[in-house]
């Protein structure tokens, strides 16, 4: 009505679910365990699963328009392989330091991949210990993007 020129969004069904965070972190990391010590383990693994969760909504927040975009969105809402990432994090007490999307230097032809990287730090020992990065690789050339690979980690000194 106002002359506003708007893009058309023509939503694929196999890409879309419907979630909230409470549910995606509960399908990522399993129902609470009854035992203290692993229910502490638990909350510990779901909060670095809902903090990663909030700073991809909340920090990185964006319009999925250019294939970075897509990246981190694809980061978001594929929780399982973060969850694996946020589970040894938890083993070996280290927090979310900050997220990270790159071009990746491999890919297959006509594929649009990015990698996405994922860096801790201890938050008690934090010039003592090395930080740890993860990385797992994005193919976003698809309407409904798909990870590459497994995950990879390695100590930054």
């Given amino acids: 009505?106002?002359?506003q020129t708007v893009p058309v969004i023509v939503p694929t069904l196999r890409g879309m679910y419907s979630w909230s965070t409470p549910a995606l972190v509960t399908s990522a990391v399993g129902a609470r365990p009854s035992d203290s010590p692993a229910a502490a383990e638990h909350a510990r693994k779901s909060e670095g699963v809902r903090n990663f969760l909030d700073r991809v909504y909340y920090e990185l927040r964006n319009m999925g328009v250019s294939a970075h975009e897509?990246?981190?969105n694809y980061?978001?809402?594929n929780?399982?392989?973060a969850a694996g990432i946020f589970s040894q994090?938890?083993?070996e007490t280290m927090e979310l330091d900050e997220i990270q999307v790159e071009k990746s230097p491999l890919c297959?032809?006509?594929s649009e991949c990015f990698d996405v990287k994922l860096s801790f730090f201890d938050p008690e020992r934090q010039n003592q210990?090395?930080?740890r990065q993860h990385r797992f690789t994005v193919d976003?050339?698809?309407v409904v993007p798909v990870t590459i690979g497994r995950a990879r980690s390695w100590s930054l000194y």
């Fill in 75 to 77: 980061a978001a809402t």
């Fill in 1 to 3: 009505m106002s002359g």
């Fill in 108 to 110: 297959r032809e006509g």
């Fill in 79 to 81: 929780a399982f392989q």
């Fill in 89 to 91: 994090a938890v083993r």
């Fill in 70 to 72: 897509r990246a981190i």
């Fill in 140 to 142: 976003v050339s698809d």
């Fill in 129 to 131: 210990r090395a930080r």
